[in-house]
């Protein structure tokens, strides 16, 4: 754009201004601020209008510019999947026509189309489903013993160790020349037992905080899945301290026969230790081998009457005492007890919590997941539980 010329100006200042070009000053001296004013607004104008004009002509140049790149780029056909639908019903539809009229059909070849239309389209058409998880031992020693609370760091039991003496027959005047005599003394003996709470904790560190808000099923997820480890973890704290000599006592019968040592253990051992057997738990080998027994001259698949299983859940009972399984135990090893003389006592019962300030979590953007409990399982008798070992 060529410059303003100092005429242009004037002119412009003299229709503005509505006066003569040649009569500048002394509309000046007149009013001094009054004209400087109105000559610095004449020259705003001047100088936004000369800005919209340019911003006007550059917008047309760019648009004559693009147009001449377009015009002067090679023109490239988009082949896509509905070009080329459209294409092969069109060049096919008489011979359609024809074939659906008679009865026939046809086979279509479909006209050439660019197949880079389809990349990325996986993610539109994956079915998403459940996530598959890891599975869990569903038996749990909590369901068959008996629940408490406690509200120490451990708590204790006066236990009966031993008694001195007895009741016995006493008559007046059974001493020497007639004389009574004291009665018979019973003498208690009592210990102190304790039992600690113990924590059963773990960590699940670094989850993505997006992982928690984007998915729903994430925080119901990481509950559970804190939950089934405590519970693993209190299934194998308890089995270690029933199998422990200072909470149980060994098989000391003489049957060989996996079922004749259980019913011995039950009905024998543990009753000449004044306990009721309620419960056995053995492992899922052992149930098995129960379960599938078989004589050893007909090979029929046999056990004494005493045995019952429950065909609809496959819950097997000997002489009326229910037998338990799992998968923690090791295949020759059962436990044969009372078990209302153990209690499962909750300190803290299970607790999920979430953290970001672990470390640098915070920085990471991550979380920390912590799942505890503090339980304790007082074992009031070392007798009443009996480890037995069947055969292989």
Known sequence: ????????????????????????????????????????????KLTADMQSKHADIQKEMDKALADITEKSAPKVERKNF??????????????????????????????????????????FVTDFRDPILLPYESFHYRNVLPGGTMSGEFVKYPKETATTGGANTWAYGSGQGGANVAKPEIEPKFTTYQADAEWIAGLIKGVPVSMIEDLAWMTSFLQNKGRAELLKKEDTFIQGLLLDAANSENYNGSKTVSIEILIDAALRQLKNNLHTPTGIVLSNQDYVNILLGKA?????YDFPGVVTVNPLTGQLNVVGIPV??????SQGTGIVGDWNQAQLLTRQAPRIRFFDQNSDDAEKNVILVRVEERVALPVFYDNAFIKVTLAS
């Open 82 to 123: 509905g070009w080329s639908l459209h294409e092969t019903l069109k060049s096919n539809h008489a011979e359609m026509v024809k074939n659906v009229k008679s009865g026939k059909g046809m086979e279509l070849t479909m006209k050439d189309f660019n197949y880079s239309d389809f990349t990325g389209y996986e993610p």
């Open 296 to 300: 050893s001259g007909s090979g029929e």
């Open 324 to 329: 338990f399984s799992n998968s923690y135990l």
């Open 1 to 44: 754009m060529a410059e303003l010329q100092i005429k242009e100006v004037q002119d412009f200042l003299a229709e503005e201004l509505q006066t003569l070009k040649k009569n500048f000053s002394t509309e000046r001296e007149k009013d001094v601020v009054g004209f400087d004013a109105k000559v610095k607004d004449a020259m705003d």
